[in-house]
């Protein structure tokens, strides 16, 4: 199974600053016949279900914010929230995709 | 708008199974794969399996196979996720979970919490 590792456990950041996640596989999740990295990253508010946030590193659903980006390749990706708002206290999810069973990385808590 | 609905909050013995139900609309249900993601207290989140809608095939993980059973209706468009002999640490909150284009979970439903206790 392909572990996935999140870094750092809680971070806490004030309003309008840059937060930033790693997130990094125990081998890579770039499948080379289409150049995509199969890793997702979900955000999930105390009380509710995750979110989707991305998907393929990099791509926004529909709705998420442009302060939200992620980035990477192969075994290591970030998730940067550029500006935090209060809204964005939550824990924040990446998973692999790449190879049967899917899993998630621990978690990391982003805090104000 | 796609939405999943599950059923409510459970309350188990150990030793007894627990069904658990997911309704999807707002989509062509036999279109996309229906996974079982559950999240034990305070903790991360699991994924369990999937099943997919057309056909019906199943994909569980090895940890929970020979007690986990997906099923299906088509007719009601609605996924089961069957757990069985239970124990304390199978206590969480189940989601099920549509996936997209691939196999990330891109809607969910609202969560069902399952509570295993004597």
């Known amino acids: 199974d392909i572990v996935m590792t999140q870094s750092p456990d809680s971070l806490a950041v004030s309003l309008g600053e840059r937060a930033t996640i790693n997130c990094r596989s125990s081998?890579?999740?770039?499948?080379?016949?289409?150049?995509?990295?199969?890793l997702a990253w979900y955000q999930q508010r105390p009380g509710q279900p995750p979110k989707l946030l991305i998907y393929?590193?990099?791509t926004r659903e529909s709705g998420v914010p442009d302060r939200f980006s992620g980035s990477g390749s192969g075994t290591d990706f970030t998730l940067t929230i550029s500006s935090l708002q209060a809204e964005d206290v939550a824990v924040y999810y990446c998973?692999?995709?790449?190879?049967?069973?899917?899993?998630f990385g621990q978690g990391t808590k982003v805090e104000i | 708008q796609v939405h999943l609905v599950q059923s409510g909050a459970e309350v188990k013995k150990p030793g007894a199974s627990v069904k658990v139900s997911c309704k999807a609309s707002?989509?062509?249900?036999?279109?996309?794969?229906i996974h079982w993601v559950r999240q034990a207290p305070g903790q991360g989140l699991e994924w369990m399996g999937r099943?997919?809608?057309?056909?019906?095939?199943?994909t569980y993980v090895q940890k929970f196979q020979g007690r986990v059973t997906m099923t299906m209706d088509t007719s009601t468009s609605t996924v089961y996720m069957d757990l069985s002999s239970l124990r304390s640490e199978d206590t969480a909150v189940y989601y099920c979970?549509?996936?997209?284009?691939?196999?990330?979970?891109?809607?969910w439903g609202q969560g069902t919490l399952v509570t295993v206790s004597s």
């Open positions: 979970a549509r996936d997209g284009v691939s196999e990330f979970f891109q809607h």
């Open positions: 707002g989509y062509t249900f036999t279109t996309y794969y």
């Open positions: 099943i997919n809608p057309t056909g019906g095939s199943t």
């Open positions: 081998q890579t999740v770039l499948y080379n016949s289409n150049n995509k990295n199969y």
């Open positions: 393929w590193t990099s």
């Open positions: 998973q692999q995709y790449y190879s049967s069973p899917w899993t």
